[in-house]
């Protein structure tokens, strides 16, 4: 019998407070769950909820009050380049080029063999930019500036690609094309990513699973496996029957999350207004 695979993640257990003056405030409780190996893992809550806490605590820039969190069967005792992050707000050096930004991870480390700069070389050809590679990130547009900083994480070769709201900004039309893009681009490479968001439509597009989380202190409330075909094409899920089933069944959920926010102050009205924006649609 084969032993079963070790998940590229495993999140056991794990809490996380923070000392506010003479309190105590719990932003993560008792969280539990697993990213398999070379899976688009997709985590979705209230605003506010504790899901970049999450990100920080599985990039290793913090660390659980309790619980453990591992990557490929080891405990993260801090950051590594087995996990790369991709945050909401732009990270490019200002003062370098297109081409010296995605080689800053191989040469810090002082790894820029041949294979690493032909590795850069394919990921800014392959990302659309190698006509930008001399340009500066003021002379880039927000979307080229989101595909630099992919494949400046991509060429370090990381196990995991961890993306905290990383399309968050970008106009409509944008937004769409680059969720495109990364989902094709993702699948080529077969890489595990946890992506995290607000949005359902993104989650839903991007996800082989979705994990649902609750109001803070966050955790898992629901594990739901998106089974819809590749290639996928946001233009056709309108339309999609199991798409706007999944939707339906996550709004719902978030919509009864983001309720119990309100008692709390923490504003979560995002959600109830995509819910009933969403509900209204769909009822005419």
């Known amino acids: 019998m084969t032993a079963p695979a ?40 209230p605003s506010g909820a504790g899901k970049s806490t999450l990100v920080r605590l599985i990039a290793g820039f913090e660390k659980p009050t309790e619980g453990e969190i591992r990557v490929g069967g080891r405990p993260i005792t801090g950051p590594g380049p087995d ?93 769409k094309l680059m969720l495109e893009y990364y989902a094709e681009l993702s699948r080529e ?24 989380m609750t109001h803070i202190p966050t955790r898992v409330r629901e594990a739901i496996d998106v089974d819809l075909p590749y290639p996928r094409r946001l233009a056709a899920f309108a339309s999609d029957d199991r798409a706007n089933e999944l939707k339906r069944r996550v709004l719902s959920i978030l919509h009864e999350e983001a309720a119990r926010g309100f008692g709390a102050g923490n504003g979560a009205a995002d959600f109830v207004a995509a819910y009933r924006s969403r509900m209204a649609e769909e009822s005419t």
């Open 6 to 45: 070790t998940p590229a993640i495993e999140v056991r257990a794990v809490g996380k407070t923070y000392a506010v003056g003479r309190r105590r405030r719990e932003v993560v409780l008792d969280c539990s769950f697993d990213v398999a190996d070379g899976s688009f893992t997709v985590l979705i809550g």
């Open 83 to 175: 996990r790369q992050v991709v945050f909401q707000e732009t990270a490019l050096f200002p003062w370098m080029t297109t081409a010296e930004n995605v080689a800053y991870g191989p040469k810090a480390r002082r790894a820029y063999t041949v294979d690493a700069r032909q590795l850069a070389a394919r990921l800014i050809e392959r990302v659309g930019l190698d006509q930008f590679r001399s340009k500066y990130p003021s002379q880039l547009s927000g979307g080229m500036q989101r595909r630099a900083e992919l494949a400046r994480a991509m060429v370090n070769h990381p196990r995991v690609m961890i993306l905290d709201e990383p399309f968050r900004g970008l106009d409509a039309m944008t937004k």
């Open 189 to 212: 490479s077969k890489r595990t990513n946890l992506f995290v968001t607000t949005d359902v439509d993104e989650a839903i597009f991007l996800a082989d699973r979705l994990l649902v």
